[in-house]
């Protein structure tokens, strides 16, 4: 069994040490900070969503810190995550959305043509929410996030088999399939690359 919360564990040693640089906004985000961030995201979605452990919320956006908040409060409450790839065509999304069968769908406003034709067609999705205000009126909005708290969570533990990630593949030989990624493959994907690529603490 391992915890489900490293993100915080880090927090608590290194609280103010920067953990992510914006390379667009040039905006620091320590791991205090992300955590938080993480902490009340974890909330909106278990207690605004209704998301439980294994299920699945699907991500259609550029890479952000918002995503990184999501993926990590996912983690935080044994959700899992799909991470869509944006540069698929419709056809493609829809059958691999509805292969995951995730229970909602968070998108940026760069894909709500997209997001506008897969509705009809993924009636299984109870939720679908913007990112931003660019995108659809009539959908939830992620600034819902920040009527919530950001206090820590009651902790529970995890395999190291439960899931936390499905990737799917290209298809080149098939249909893609969903590459589920476990807590453990994530952790030790980590301890293997700070090992491989000699990465230090200042760095």
């Known amino acids: 069994m391992i915890t489900n919360d490293w993100l915080a564990k880090r927090a608590d040693l290194t609280p103010d040490k920067v953990a992510i640089i914006d390379t667009i906004t040039g905006t620091e985000v320590t791991y205090r900070q992300w955590n938080l961030r993480a902490n009340r995201t974890a909330r909106w979605l278990q207690d605004g969503l209704g998301v439980r452990k294994g299920d ?76 931003d205000a660019t995108a659809s009126p009539d959908h939830e909005s992620f600034s819902q996030r920040d009527h919530f708290p950001d206090t820590s969570l009651s902790p529970f533990f995890l395999n190291w088999d439960d ?21 453990g493959n994530i952790f030790w994907n980590s301890v293997n690359t700070i090992t491989g690529w000699g990465l230090r603490p200042d760095e």
Request: aromatic share 10%.
């Open 56 to 131: 699945r919320v699907a991500v259609l956006a550029m890479n952000c810190m918002d995503y990184l908040d999501i993926w990590f409060g996912l983690g935080k409450i044994g959700g899992i995550l799909q991470n869509l790839n944006w540069r698929l065509a419709v056809p493609e999304l829809q059958a691999i959305i509805a292969d995951a069968g995730p229970t909602a769908l968070i998108y940026s406003g760069d894909f709500a043509v997209q997001i506008q034709t897969l509705q009809p067609q993924l009636p299984l999705i109870h939720r679908w929410i913007a990112l």
């Open 163 to 183: 899931p936390w990630v499905i990737c799917y593949t290209g298809g080149t030989t098939g249909l893609p399939k969903g590459a589920v990624l476990s807590h």
